[in-house]
C-alpha cells in the first residue's frame, strides 16, 4: 500500500477548504481512509514542509496502532510535522539528498500577559510531546531532543542515520569510494546516486518520453542539471 505525504498537513476540516481550491493536502481522514486497505505493509512517502502538530499527532497514531508494517521513506524534506509523521515507520530509509528539520511548535498569539503565559505552557506542553515520538524512535534523551528543537536542527541522510531519525540510507552511499577493476568506464556513485533519486520523482510525474532520456543521459556523462 503507496501513501503520499507530499503537501501540507492540515486538519479535516481545512482540507476541505484546500480540496475546493483543488489545492494539495494532507488530512487525518484521508490518511485513516487509505489505511481501510488491506493491501499489506505501509509504504509511506515522504517530502513535505509539515503542518498542524495535531494533524500529524493523529497520523502518526493512526500508522503506529494500524498494525502494519510501516516502511518510511524520506525522498525529500520531512520538516516539522511531517518529520512527527514519518517516526512512526517501523523502518526509516532516507534518500541521500534528502533532510530532516525538527524544531519547536510556535503559533501565532495574541492577548495579555496572562493569555500568553498561558500559551507559553501550552506550547511546552506540544514540544514535550513532539520530543516523546522523536525520542522514541532515536533512544536519544529528553533534554538533547529539546535541545536539538530548540536549535532547530537540519539532518542530512547521514545524520539522520547517525542519530536515530533513520535506519539507512536509500541507494548507495555517495561518500564511499567507487573501487574498478576493469576497463570499462563505469558510471561514479553520486551520477548513479542522482539518476535513481529521479527515477523515484519520474514515478510521480509524467514527462514526455524525449525528455526523460535526454536527462538520464545527462546524469550518466556527468552533465545533468539536476540538483
Known amino acids: 500500500m503507496k501513501i503520499q505525504i507530499r503537501a501540507p498537513i492540515v486538519d479535516d476540516s481545512t482540507g476541505m477548504m484546500y480540496d475546493y481550491f483543488q489545492m494539495p493536502n494532507v488530512t487525518p481522514s484521508k490518511i485513516a481512509e487509505a489505511l481501510k486497505s488491506d493491501d499489506g505493509d505501509v509504504s509511506l512517502d515522504i517530502a513535505s514542509n509539515g503542518g498542524d502538530v495535531f494533524a500529524a499527532s493523529e497520523i ?14 524520506i525522498v525529500g524534506l520531512a520538516a516539522s ?71 532547530e536542527t537540519w539532518l542530512n541522510a547521514k545524520d539522520a542515520v547517525d542519530k536515530g531519525f533513520a535506519d539507512e540510507i536509500m541507494f548507495e552511499d555517495a ?4 573501487v574498478f577493476n576493469s576497463l570499462e568506464v563505469i558510471p561514479n556513485k553520486i551520477a548513479v546516486n542522482k539518476l535513481l533519486n529521479f ?17 538520464k543521459l545527462a546524469i550518466l556523462l556527468g552533465k545533468d542539471g539536476i540538483n
Open 60 to 73: 502518526y497514531t493512526m500508522l503506529r496502532s494500524s498494525e502494519k508494517q510501516v516502511n518510511v521513506n
Open 81 to 151: 510535522a511531517a518529520s512527527v509523521i514519518a517516526m512512526a515507520g517501523d523502518n526509516i530509509s532516507i534518500s541521500p539528498t534528502a533532510h530532516i528539520m525538527i524544531h519547536k511548535a510556535w503559533t501565532n498569539s495574541q492577548g495579555n500577559a496572562d493569555n500568553l503565559a498561558h500559551e507559553s505552557d501550552v506550547l511546552k506542553g506540544i514540544d514535550e510531546s513532539i520530543a516523546t515520538a522523536y525520542a522514541t524512535k532515536t533512544g536519544l534523551d529528553r533534554d538533547t531532543i529539546i535541545d536539538l528543537m530548540g536549535k
Open 175 to 178: 561518500d564511499s569510494p567507487a
Open 199 to 215: 527515477i523515484q520523482r519520474e514515478k510521480q510525474v509524467d514527462n514526455p518520453e524525449n525528455t526523460l532520456k535526454k536527462k
